[in-house]
């Protein structure tokens, strides 16, 4: 795999731009940019920076911590499906069932990313893994925009990843979560091979160490 060095102390690590040509000439003769901060016993960096048109699509199982690493760290603009889904089932009755109304708030999440992406600020958006059309479109307002999208995964345990859904009360069937399952494992062991998907500049790997440590996820000018 060819990866960048992270360095291993509390100071910032800010991704580097990457080429915003068409979809074609992307990344063209330039080797992706991978940093790995798994395995450093929490001596991981505190941020992350990157540019102020970039996006950043975090990723990995349900109950790995992606709603909660965003909440805590995120400076800037957020969009996660998990917000959307709490205001909508705030205004449902209890007793009425979320698979009835789950359309409704993916329609509702994908028209509020839309108008962020429309904006042209730098966003962090909530990825659960087995939407590779939502990184295809991301990656190309990125480009659009003369950013760079980058992704970060959340390397997490299957069985840690089902006692946060347990914390939270929240949980997928066992179908869904196989497939979760088979989706992230696919994406990080292609991008342990520095081999990112299609219009991604950059991939940040994390346990959860690294995510406990980081502090800040932001965008700079």
């Known amino acids: 795999m060819n990866r960048t060095t992270a360095y291993a102390t509390s100071s910032a690590v800010a991704l580097p731009k990457q080429s915003a040509a068409p979809a074609r000439e992307a990344c063209a003769g330039r080797a992706p940019v991978v940093r ?3 395995d450093r016993s929490g001596r991981s960096p505190h941020a992350l920076l990157f540019g102020p048109r970039d996006l950043v699509v975090i990723t990995g199982l349900p109950g790995s911590g992606k709603s909660t690493l ?6 800037g603009v957020r969009i996660d499906s998990q917000d959307t889904r709490d205001r909508w089932a705030a205004r449902m009755p209890r007793s009425l069932p979320y698979a009835l109304y789950r359309p409704l708030v993916r329609l509702a999440h994908y028209a509020g990313l839309r108008r962020t992406l429309r904006a042209g600020e730098g966003a962090v958006v909530h990825d659960c893994g ?3 059309w939502v990184r295809g479109w991301l990656g ?8 760079t999208l980058h992704l970060l995964l959340l390397d997490v345990p299957p069985d840690a990843a089902l006692a946060g859904q347990r914390e939270r009360g929240r949980g997928v069937s066992r179908y869904a979560f196989l497939r979760h399952r088979t989706a992230a494992a696919r994406l990080i062991r292609a991008v342990e091979r520095g081999d990112l998907p ?3 500049g950059s991939a940040v790997l994390l346990d959860r160490a690294a995510a406990d440590v ?3 996820i932001a965008f700079t000018g």
């Open 36 to 38: 790995d901060l798994r």
């Open 70 to 75: 965003m909440s805590r760290t995120v400076r």
């Open 130 to 132: 087995t939407q590779a």
């Open 140 to 147: 190309r307002e990125a480009r659009r925009r003369g950013g």
């Open 198 to 200: 299609e219009g991604v």
């Open 214 to 216: 980081l502090r800040s």
